[in-house]
């Protein structure tokens, strides 16, 4: 079904962007900090700002990715299971408890997630700082590409494309991958889109990732279950969204929802995974700011 995977010391020898300090942008005074919040909340107020979710239902239905067994193990399907619902377990409340996996659904990549990022400092959910989790948004749209070749990839020269248009991928900024696959997400067999060659969904080509990384960037999105392409098991590195993201100790988000919404620049993504211990991701709700349009 996939490609044999390879991780080879070679492919990974050949990466040498890490932990590369990058540059801030400069410092909003307290006072100018003050007065933009307060225009914020004028503008969240009257809808001048919107409030654009990005993220996917999460519950039994919610397709998960599918691993060959000779790959590793698979993630098991959500669960949600009352303790109680205004009757005797507990008369006057209704809760429930979940049996989750960190890379179900809508989900953040954790540096710690992938062995290129497992000694990095700050690499785990908990510890991650939390001003990494707000940042602006780069909208990168493949959506008729993707359209026309489930097995589209996001070359260097598409990214070259968009700055010429759009201006340089700021430091910090998170690049997203526009594809529309978030509308295959109500059925796990089209969001797949497995055949006997393998999975076939859009992604990012290796060289892609790293120019990224030199820009500074803060993490990769994506709507496809995960944030490398379905061919990238079969790519050097395999998995190079996974491998270099992580390595330069920056994130991933995977399955995001309409982006579609999104305008190519202007909008400022806020993507907090839960809190968990040594966590390596998690199921996490994506908003986005966009102004009015
Ligand atoms: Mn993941």
Redesign the pocket.
């Known amino acids: 079904m996939f490609p044999l995977v390879r991780f080879s010391a070679s492919s990974l020898r050949s990466i040498s962007i890490a932990d590369q300090e990058t540059p801030r942008p400069a410092k909003v005074s307290d006072m100018d900090g003050t007065q933009l919040l307060g225009q914020l909340a004028s503008a969240l107020a009257s809808g001048a700002v919107e409030v654009v979710d990005l993220s996917a239902p999460l519950g039994p239905d919610t397709p998960l990715?599918k691993l060959p067994p000779e790959i590793g193990k698979n993630t098991p399907p959500i669960e949600i299971h009352a303790i109680s619902h205004y009757d005797k377990d507990g008369p006057f409340w209704a809760w429930n408890w979940l049996k989750l996996g960190?890379?179900s659904g809508t989900?953040?990549?954790a540096p710690v997630?992938w062995i290129s990022g497992k000694d990095h400092p700050n690499n785990t959910t908990d510890t991650i700082p939390a001003k990494n989790f707000v940042g602006p948004a780069c909208v990168i749209d493949c959506s008729g590409e993707a359209a026309k070749n489930h097995d589209f990839l996001l070359t260097v020269d598409g990214v070259k494309a968009w700055e010429k248009t759009h201006g340089d991928v700021p430091p910090n900024s998170w690049v997203l991958m526009r594809t529309d696959w978030y509308k295959r997400n109500n059925s796990e067999a089209k969001f797949l889109n497995v055949d006997d060659k393998g999975p076939h969904s859009p992604g990012p080509t290796a060289e892609t990732i790293h120019y990224l990384i030199a820009k500074g960037v803060m993490g990769w999105g994506s709507e496809t279950v995960?944030?490398d392409a379905g061919s990238a098991g079969g790519m050097d590195p395999p998995f190079p969204a996974?491998t270099f993201m992580h390595q330069a100790n920056r994130y991933?988000l995977?399955s995001l929802c309409n982006l579609d919404r999104l305008p190519p620049k202007g909008a400022i993504l806020i993507a907090a995974p839960l809190k968990i211990v040594k966590g390596?991701?998690s199921p996490l709700r994506v908003l986005a700011l966009v102004p009015r349009h």
């Open positions: 990715i960190e890379h989900h953040f990549d997630h995960g944030t996974h991933g995977a390596t991701g």
